[in-house]
């Protein structure tokens, strides 16, 4: 009989961890929606600096990439939503105009970048067993 906790603590831990990045992503998205229109070159370019340092240090930090897709997702989600006119009551919170347009597009390049980033696995390093044994070694190898 296979063992299903393991399963079942990895399905919790993506679910989770989806959830949390759903959340903190819509946050993000939020401020950074009604940010990005304040002083012309400086709202925009902190509304994205903010998103993409956002959503790499999700992909960084997760295990697996249901956190940054969470992110990403609610990230995304709550700026289609508030570029809506209908959603907002008729007022736009992104208005058709360079910015808006940067806005929009940037947000959701940087998402795809850093969602279908490859995770980089490094090379195992041989740990010494002690001090001595790593001088040693240092002291065996020709220059």
Do not use: C
């Not at 940087?110 to 067993?129: E, K, N, T």
Request: positive net charge; without cysteine; aromatic residues 4%.
């Amino acid at each position: 009989m296979p063992d299903r906790s393991g399963a079942r603590a990895r399905w919790l831990l993506r679910a989770s961890l989806l959830a949390a990045g759903a959340l903190l992503g819509a946050l993000v998205g939020l401020v950074a929606t009604f940010a990005h229109q304040s002083m012309p070159p400086v709202g925009i370019s902190l509304a994205l600096v903010t998103s993409t340092v956002f959503l790499v240090g999700a992909r960084l930090a997760a295990p697996s990439r249901a956190g940054v897709v969470g992110a990403a997702a609610g990230l995304l989600g709550v700026t289609t939503l508030l570029a809506a006119p209908a959603a907002t009551g008729g007022s736009l919170v992104v208005p058709g105009n360079t910015v808006g347009y940067a806005w929009l597009i940037g947000v959701m390049a940087m998402s795809a970048i850093v969602v279908s980033w490859p995770r980089i696995q490094r090379a195992p390093q041989r740990r010494a067993d002690s001090m001595n044994e790593s001088l040693n070694e240092k002291e065996t190898v020709a220059p």
